[in-house]
C-alpha cells in the first residue's frame, strides 16, 4: 500500500520527486561535509518521497539491507548495546563510533522501508535501549548524541557532544520505537526525574521552549514530542504554561497586516502566513513544521480552529516552492535544499491529517510502528 | 596532509573508503584529498594513536567534515592524553578552536567541544572567552548558539557584572534584537537567587519604556516589560503602565469599536492592556473591546484567537 499523498494542485510534484531522488543517487564531492549525516539525508528524501505518495518501499527495497549494515551490535547478552553509525566507513572495531541520532534516523528509514523484520526479530531492542541509557547524564537529565570513543570505565556519554533538547527528543523517540509507552517504560532505561527537571528548565517565561530562557519553535517542538511520546507526564507543567505556549506559537505567524515596525531589518511582507522561529526574524519554511506539530500537539484546534494553517499553507506553497528546480527553500530568496524540501512537505502533510509530527513518520508508517511493530 | 613537513604519516596505511556497494545511498563522490585525510584520521584512530601528529590529523579531518562528533571526541582524547590539565597548552588548544570557529560559524559542535575544553581546564578564564563571543556575535548578532554559549559561560564563571551593559550595546545596535532583550531577563532572574534589588527593577523599567518609544511596534520590548511585572512585579499592572501602554493605543477605549479605524502605533501595548484588564472582572470590558481591535483591525491572522480570549473572559 502506498503514502497516502498530499493533494494539492499546486505542487510540483514531479519535480519534488526528481529533486528528492537526487539526493539519494550519486552525490557531488561537495556533499562529503555532510558524511556524518548521512542518514539524516536519507530520512529527509525518503520522507519527502512518502508525503508525496510515492511507494518508496518498493523502489528503494534494495536499500535496506545497506542500511542494515549501518548497525552494530557492541557486547554481548545483558551488556550489549546496539546502534547505528551514520556512515559505513566509520565502522571501526577501535572506537564507538554509534550515535543516537544516526539510530533515530537509520530506524525511521528502516520503518519507511517496511523492513518489518528487523523490528520484529533482528533488532536487539534491548541493546539499542541501553545505548540510549548510557548516553544519558542523569545528573544534567539530557542526553549526550554518542559515546565517548574509548570506554575506559564502562561506556561514558561523550564529553564533546551538546546534550540540549535535540538529543533528549532524539533519545525519546528511539525508546518509543523499541517498544516504551508510559513512564513506567521509559523509566527503566533513563532518570525521569532528572528528565523533567531538564525540560523544565527550558520552559521559557513567555511561553515555549530554548535554551537559557531564549524560546525556540525547533525546540519547543522538542520539548512537546517529548511529553506527547511519554504520554503521562503533561502534569509536570501547569495548564497556563501550555496556553501561554500556544499562544506563543501562533505569534510566530508572520503578518503584514499590523502597525509599522520602523527600522526593522528582519520583517518582510512577503512573509505574511509563514512561521518564524523566534521573535522578530524572517518566516523560514522549517519552522511551519516545528510550529504546527507543536500546535496541534497541544491540540490548539479546540480552541481555535484550523485557519490558521491556510495561511501557512498559501506562504509554504506561493513563496517557498521552487517550480522550475522542484524542492522548497527557506524563504522566498533562497535555493531549495533537502531539508527545507522535507519539512514543508512535512508541514502539508501533516495538515492534512497524514503525518505523525512527534515521530516524525507518516501516519500509515507511524500507525504500523505503534500498533504491529513492537507492540509494549 | 602530507605536505605539512611537520609530521610524518609514511608508516600508516590509510583506511580505504569503498564505495559503489549494492543498494547504497547518497553514493558521495569524495575526492582524493577527502580520501586520504580520512583514510589516515581513521587509521590512527582505529589504533588509538594519541600524539601530536594524531592532533593535527583530526584537524584536517574536521575542517573537512566540521559535524563529526567521532572526530571531535577524538581529539578531545588526544588532548586530554598529552595535555592533561596544563593551562598553557590547553590555551593552545583554544587559540586554535577560535581560529576554526570564526571559518565555521554555524556548526555548533565547536560550542560543546569548548566546554569540554574550559572544564579540564585548571584555570579558565571568562575573559579569555569574550573576544570570540565578541566577534561571533558582531558576524550575526542573533546566533542563537553563540548567545547559548555566552550565557553557560556566564553561569560557569558565575560573572554577570558586564552582562546588562553587553546587553544594551547589542540593543542600541538593534532595538528588535530578541536575543538581545532575552539576556538581559536571564540576568535578572540569574544574577541574585532572590530576584533583582529594587533600584535594579527600577532602572529597567525606565530602560525598557525608553526602548518601547523609540520602537514602539516591537515584541522583544513589550515581552521584557511583561515579564518584569510577571516573574519580580506579582503581574500586576500598575496605573502608572497601563497609562503608558495607552499612549501607544490612544482613544481605542473611548470610541465606539464598529466604526473604530484610526492607526495605533502598537498591537502589543494593546495586547499588554487587555492582558492586565483580563485579570479583573471589572475591566473585562475594555479586556473585550481590546481584544476585538486586535481581531478586527490590528492583528486580524489571529482573529480566532483573540475570539478565543474573549470567550475565556466569562470564565
Not at chain 1, 524560546?215 to 502534569?235: F, N, V
Not at chain 2, 554555524?106 to 579540564?120: E, P
Request: charge should be negative; glycine fraction near 6%; include cysteine.
Amino acid at each position: 500500500m502506498a503514502p497516502t499523498p498530499i493533494l494539492d494542485e499546486r505542487l510540483t510534484i514531479q519535480k519534488h520527486r526528481k529533486f528528492l531522488q537526487r539526493h539519494l543517487a550519486i552525490l557531488p564531492s561537495k556533499h562529503q561535509e555532510h558524511e556524518a549525516n548521512k542518514l539524516a539525508i536519507v530520512t529527509y528524501a525518503l520522507i519527502g518521497l512518502s508525503c508525496i505518495g510515492d511507494p518508496i518501499s518498493e523502489e528503494y527495497a534494495a536499500s535496506k539491507k545497506w542500511l542494515r549494515r549501518h548497525y552494530r551490535v557492541i557486547g554481548q547478552g545483558d551488556s550489549s548495546i546496539a546502534g547505528f553509525f551514520p556512515s559505513l566507513y566509520m565502522d571501526l572495531d577501535n572506537a564507538l563510533t554509534i550515535s543516537l541520532t544516526s539510530t533515530l534516523f537509520g530506524l525511521i528509514s528502516l520503518l519507511c522501508l517496511k523492513d518489518h523484520k528487523f523490528f520484529n526479530s533482528d533488532v536487539d531492542r534491548e541493546g539499542i535501549c541501553r545505548f540510549v541509557s548510557k548516553c544519558h547524564k542523569p545528573e544534567a537529565g539530557g542526553f549526550s548524541a554518542s559515546l565517548d570513543i574509548i570506554a575506559e570505565d564502562g561506556f561514558q556519554p561523550s564529553k564533546t557532544d551538546p546534550d540540549d533538547l535535540r538529543h533528549t527528543y532524539v533519545a525519546i523517540a528511539i525508546l518509543y520505537l523499541m517498544g516504551c509507552r508510559k513512564s513506567s517504560h521509559f523509566s527503566q532505561y533513563v532518570c525521569l526525574e532528572s528528565l523533567s527537571s531538564h525540560v523544565k528548565e527550558k520552559a521559557c517565561i513567555s511561553g515555549g521552549f530554548g535554551q537559557y530562557g531564549e524560546p525556540h519553535a525547533g525546540y519547543t517542538s522538542c520539548a512537546l514530542s517529548i511529553l506527547e511520546l511519554i504520554s503521562d507526564r503533561w502534569d509536570i507543567f501547569p495548564d497556563s504554561f501550555y496556553d501561554r505556549t500556544i499562544e506563543w506559537l501562533l505569534q510566530r505567524q508572520v503578518s503584514d497586516k499590523c502597525p509599522e515596525m520602523s527600522g526593522h531589518e528582519h520583517f518582510d511582507p512577503e512573509d505574511d502566513g509563514g512561521f518564524q522561529g523566534r521573535e522578530n526574524k524572517f518566516a523560514d519554511s522549517c519552522y511551519g513544521f516545528w510550529c504546527v506539530n507543536s500546535l496541534n500537539i497541544l491540540k490548539t484546534s479546540q480552541k481555535v480552529g484550523n485557519e490558521y494553517q491556510n495561511g501557512l499553507s498559501e506562504y509554504l506553497i506561493n513563496k517557498t516552492q521552487n517550480s522550475l528546480l522542484g524542492g522548497f527553500s527557506k524563504n522566498d530568496n533562497e535555493d531549495p535544499d533537502l531539508y527545507h524540501t522535507c519539512l514543508t512537505l512535512a508541514a502539508l502533510s501533516l495538515m492534512s491529517g497524514e503525518f505523525d509530527g512527534s515521530l516524525f513518520l507518516p501516519r500509515k508508517v507511524a500507525d504500523t510502528a505503534k500498533s504491529q511493530l513492537i507492540a509494549p | 596532509m602530507s605536505d605539512d613537513p611537520e609530521f610524518q604519516y609514511d608508516d600508516v596505511e590509510p583506511l580505504p573508503i569503498s564505495s559503489d556497494q549494492e543498494g547504497e545511498l547518497c553514493q558521495i563522490m569524495y575526492d582524493e584529498e577527502y580520501r586520504t585525510v580520512m583514510g589516515i584520521a581513521r587509521a590512527l584512530l582505529q589504533r588509538l594513536e594519541f600524539s601530536e601528529r594524531a592532533l593535527y590529523a583530526t584537524s584536517q579531518a574536521i575542517e573537512l567534515v566540521p559535524a563529526f562528533y567521532t572526530m571531535w571526541n577524538y581529539r578531545f582524547q588526544i588532548v586530554r592524553t598529552l595535555y592533561g590539565a596544563d593551562g598553557v597548552k590547553l590555551n593552545c588548544e583554544l587559540d586554535w578552536l577560535d581560529e576554526f570557529t570564526l571559518n565555521n560559524p554555524k556548526n555548533y559542535q565547536i560550542w560543546s567541544y569548548r566546554q569540554a575544553l574550559l572544564q579540564l581546564h585548571p584555570s579558565p578564564e571568562f575573559q579569555r572567552e569574550l573576544p570570540i563571543l565578541q566577534s561571533m556575535i558582531d558576524e550575526d548578532t542573533k546566533n542563537y548558539h553563540v548567545w547559548s554559549y555566552r550565557r553557560w559561560c556566564v553561569l560557569f564563571f558565575r560573572e554577570f557584572s558586564n552582562e546588562l551593559q553587553f546587553a544594551s550595546s547589542l540593543i542600541a545596535r538593534d532595538v528588535y534584537n530578541n536575543s538581545a532583550w532575552c539576556h538581559r531577563m536571564f540576568v535578572l532572574k540569574n544574577q541574585v537567587r532572590e530576584g533583582p534589588p529594587s533600584e535594579v527593577l527600577t532602572g529597567e523599567l525606565h530602560y525598557t519604556k525608553k526602548q518601547i518609544e523609540i520602537a514602539p511596534q516591537n515584541i522583544s520590548s513589550w515581552n521584557y516589560l511583561r515579564g518584569l511585572y510577571d516573574e519580580f512585579l506579582d503581574g500586576e499592572a500598575d496605573p502608572a503602565i497601563i497609562e503608558f501602554a495607552l499612549s501607544f493605543a490612544p482613544g481605542i477605549f473611548a470610541v465606539d469599536i464598529s466604526d473604530f479605524s484610526s492607526q495605533i502605533q502598537s498591537s502589543y501595548a494593546l495586547e499588554f492592556l487587555a492582558h492586565a484588564y483580563a485579570k479583573n472582572k471589572d475591566t473585562f470590558a475594555q479586556a473585550r473591546k481590546a481584544y476585538q481591535a486586535l481581531s478586527d483591525h490590528y492583528d486580524p491572522i489571529r482573529k480566532n484567537f483573540w475570539a478565543y480570549k474573549i470567550r475565556s473572559l466569562t470564565t
